[in-house]
Structure formats: structure tokens, C-alpha cells
């Protein structure tokens, strides 16, 4: 049964994105509605795929008509270029590209002793460059996903990306795996690309390497994946929602579903916008490969329903979190973080109401894959 502040909901989200559009490029959408910064003003590209994923959630994207599908698609598919010293066919906002060129320039010293330090495996502390490398990435997975969920494909094939059987477990045996929500990002990524940017045969053939190397990660005990034994929740949950995205994209199955529901029915949820929708995003795909405990399930997610509602502004959607917008976006801040809603905060917390709709037997919403 769904309460009042449900009911209206496409509209509600409708009517924050009408807010947010700029007012002369209808692609563009502004962070939030009140109190965004000038960095804020300048990005464009997340906010942008963030806007089109509101869209297809309520299903307003099925209502436009296809010469404006076409025109977003190309909209953001003309933020796919060269740069000298990014990978080839990254989609890149230049705001991002000029916040971290500065802050590379004002911390080159620092950044020069976390290189040396990380190249003597005396630290694995990251510089900005690193960060920039990742932002990057992550926009770029970002942008693709978003086009290949509505029917559409980046113009120009993304390479950056190991494609051998040996480069991509040196890759995946490189990352961090005792803070998997960075390996697990980083898997996703690889995922993504592998699915959307192969041909046939060599994507099925690396979807099974893949798949393989997840056995070198996953903890027994916990059903987790993870290499570190003593690990807190949120990075347990986080992690593996990050690496549940990457098996949706190449269509393999969680290891262990029965223990991870298990897990997320023992403990209490966080209120911040990116810890509930990666709690229910993993009992979301574990449910639709299992029915253990499905009532408990069910009833489990009616109650995250309140601390959802906790983040809701009447007939304007969500925000990042309770009682303010979201501030930061990859190091930069975008909002000065009043209490209004703001275009993460809505896309997240919808698409958390999507899938326990969904789980619930209703077709109302689209759910999107990440």
C-alpha cells in the first residue's frame, strides 16, 4: 500500500527536472534548485544522464517524440573527444577537466611524493591524478550506460580497457580489493565496457574471465566480495553493490545470494542517498535470482520506505540527503547544501522506490541498470 507522498511521484520528479532545466539548452540541468555554485553552473554532462534516467524511471522518455531522443543522445555524445594525456573517446566536461587540471598544478609537489611513495609500495595513498583518471572513467561508464539503457550507443568506440585474459586479471589483481567499493567501481567499469564495446565472440569470452575472477575476492563466510576479514557494513554493502552492477551488465549470477540477504535483514540502513539504494539495489537483484525470505524481503524494504520519505520535498522529489542537497560531485562542490532537492539525490532515491516496487509485483516505474 503506498502512502500520500508516493502517489504523485512521476509528476513530483517531472516537475523538479522542469525547475532544473536550462532555460536555453534543454539537455542541460542545473545540480539543484537553490544554492548551486558557480562549478555547480558549469558541469553539465552527469547531471544531464541523471535527468534522462528520471525520465526513463517515470517513463516520460517512451513520450518524447524520437527527434529529441536523438538530440539528447547526440547531446551526450558530443562530450566524447581526445584530450592529450586521457584516454581516446573519453567523455569529458571540461569544468571537471579544469578543476582537476588546477589542483594537479597547486599540489604537484604533494602529488610527486604520493607517486614516489606508491611506486616504493610505501603507501597506497592517491594523488589527484588518480582521482582524475577515475572521475573520468566513471563519466565516461556513466554516459554509456545511460545511452545503451534507452536503445542508443556511444558514437565512437571506448578503448580504455584490458581485453586479454592476462591484461585483465593483472588489472583486477591490482586494485584494492580490501576496500572493494573502489576494486568494485573499478569492476563494474570493466563490465560495462566489455558489454557495450566488444564484438560478440570476445565479449562472451571475456564475460567468463570476469566472471572467473570474482572466485579470487569472494569471502566464503560472508558472501561478500571482499579480502579483508574485518570489514564494516557500508563498505560490505557498497562494495558488492558495485560489483552486483558489473555481473548485471555481463548477465552472471551473484554467488551467494542467500547469504547476502541474510546480511542486509540483520542490520540498519544509513540515511545518506547512496547507501540506501546500494542496500536495496543488492537485495533488489538478489530477490530476482532467489525467492529465500521473500516476504521478509518485502516487508524489509516497506520500512527503508521511511527513511526514504525522510529525503522527499512535497511535489519536488528528493535530496542527497536528510535536510540538504548534495554538495560535492568528484571533489568538486556543486551546491552550497541547503535544504532543497537536487537532481542526485531524486535520481538515486526514485530508483530505490522503483525496485521495491518492482519487488512488490508492480510494473509502474522503469528500473534502470546502472
Known sequence: MKEDWELNLKNDVENLLNLLRDKTNKFKFSPTTMGVTELGNELTLGFSCYALKCHYMTGFWGKLDNKTQKEWSNYINSFQQNQDGLPNNSYIDHSLLNFYSTKINNYSVKNLIKKILKFLKISDRRTSEDYFIDSIRAESKQAISTLYQVGFSNDKKYNDFPKTESSINTYLNS??????????AQYSALCVFTSTQLET????????????????????KTGFYHTNSTINQNE????????????HWINKPIHKPEQIIDF????????????IVDLVYVLYRSCTQSNYKKSEVINYLNSLKKIIKANYHNGLGFSYYKDKSQVEYYGMQITKGLNYPDIHGTTLLLW???????????????VIKP
Request: contains cysteine; proline residues 3%.
Open 175 to 184: 586494485l584494492n580489493w580490501n576496500k572493494p567499493w573502489n576494486a568494485g
Open 201 to 220: 565472440n570476445q565479449k562472451e569470452e571475456n564475460e567468463i574471465i570476469l566472471y572467473n575472477f570474482l572466485d579470487k575476492v569472494l569471502n566464503n
Open 236 to 247: 560490505k554493502i557498497n562494495g558488492a553493490m558495485k560489483v552486483i552492477t558489473g555481473l
Open 264 to 275: 542486509c535483514l540483520s542490520i540498519s540502513p544509513e540515511s545518506e542517498g547512496c547507501d
Open 352 to 366: 530505490a522506490l522503483t525496485m521495491i516496487y518492482s519487488i512488490q509485483g508492480s510494473s509502474e516505474f522503469n
